[in-house]
């Protein structure tokens, strides 16, 4: 059985109108509005919601591939915990004159290792896990605004997990200055990321603070 829960936030009147004409035609979709939060308990919201075998997220800006979703769901039926792809990446990065230049590529993460999933997020924007696993990992914290999805991939590459990279493309992933991990946000991203570094001994990738130790310390760790 598929399920979709969409966690609104704050939406105005014309995507209220869009959202609720869905539930017209579609009962398996469930719409749930809530006041503005951060990405990670919307994410958390949803996973206390769901019943399904396996869970996965769909950013908003996000565009997902339907082939890479039901490989990985019945990947995660053959009793896989974490399932990850390569994605399709597109940064609009600046302008020339009034032409907006993009730059693509295709990220084809690394096979799992404890190590290569520390030293970098290898899981992408498109992972799907085992419901069963959350029990055993915890939610995502949600004092991160930019990097709780790391951060659960660090804990979960610690509890033992089975981890499978697919090789179907799974999405394009859409970065922009004004998105969570953009430009607009790199000061933050910086700070969340010693957090999490510091916080699970990653003593090669930290870094000294300066103007952000202010930020630094509203954190826990």
Request: glycine residues 8%; positive net charge; proline residues 3%.
């Amino acid at each position: 059985m598929c399920g979709r829960i969409i966690i609104a936030n704050e939406p105005n009147e014309i995507e209220k109108e869009n959202l609720n004409s869905i539930l017209k035609t579609r009962y398996d979709i469930k719409i749930i509005y809530v006041k503005l939060e951060i990405l990670y308990a919307s994410w958390n919201r949803g996973i206390q919601m769901s019943s399904g075998k396996a869970i996965t997220f769909w950013n908003v800006d996000d565009i997902r591939f339907g082939k890479a979703l039901i490989n990985g769901y019945k990947t995660i039926l053959d009793g896989v915990d974490v399932v990850y792809f390569p994605f399709i990446s597109i940064w609009k990065h600046k302008y020339y004159s009034y032409i907006p230049i993009y730059r693509i590529n295709i990220v084809y993460p690394p096979q799992f290792s404890i190590k290569g999933n520390e030293d970098g997020m290898i899981g992408g924007p498109f992972f799907i896990v085992n419901s069963d696993v959350i029990k055993r990992v915890g939610y995502f914290d949600e004092q991160f605004k930019v990097v709780g999805d790391y951060d659960w991939f660090i804990k979960a590459g610690r509890s033992g997990l089975n981890f499978i990279r697919l090789f179907s493309i799974a999405g394009i992933y859409l970065k922009q200055v004004k998105t969570l991990s953009g430009g607009q946000n790199n000061y933050v991203h910086r700070v969340e990321n010693q957090v999490f570094f510091k916080r699970y001994g990653l003593v090669w990738k930290i870094e000294r603070l300066s103007k952000e130790e202010g930020l630094f310390k509203s954190y826990r760790v």
